[in-house]
């Protein structure tokens, strides 16, 4: 039901987009996330946008690099990586929930297969 895209090899300090196409209906009313896990290391929450694409939020570790959009009309959650690091090296994966949006990754019902990021130093 999620589909998410846009991973690749990116050297430090360049850029990247992820889309995420879901089939949810209606995707007006879910919440969305995007989590990403390290080799090795707990999936972890990276960006939300709400149902009501007012509220949204980041981990401490993306502020300012990652923005976090949706395109209702089109079922589309994108996140707009800048500033890359090594460190954000990880599969990305996208989720949804109906109504409110949490960075607890266990509210998140709904998980697609994940897009891997690779950044170079």
């Known amino acids: 039901q999620l589909q998410a895209s846009g991973g690749g090899l990116v050297q430090a300090g360049g850029s990247l987009r992820l889309s995420c196409l879901a089939s949810?209906?209606?995707?007006?009313?879910?919440?969305m996330g995007w989590f990403r896990q390290a080799p090795g290391k707990e999936r972890e929450f990276v960006a939300g946008?709400?149902?009501?694409?007012?509220?949204?939020a980041y981990a401490d570790s993306v502020k300012g690099r990652f923005t976090i959009s949706r395109d209702n009309a089109n079922n589309t959650v994108y996140l707009q990586m800048n500033s890359l690091k090594p460190e954000d090296t990880a599969v990305y994966y996208c989720?949804?929930?109906?109504?409110?949006?949490?960075?607890?990754?266990?509210?998140?019902?709904?998980w697609g297969q994940g897009t891997l990021v690779t950044v170079s130093s």
């Open positions: 989720a949804g929930r109906q109504g409110t949006m949490y960075s607890d990754r266990t509210r998140y019902h709904v």
């Open positions: 946008i709400a149902w009501n694409v007012v509220n949204t």
């Open positions: 949810l209906r209606p995707f007006s009313r879910y919440s």
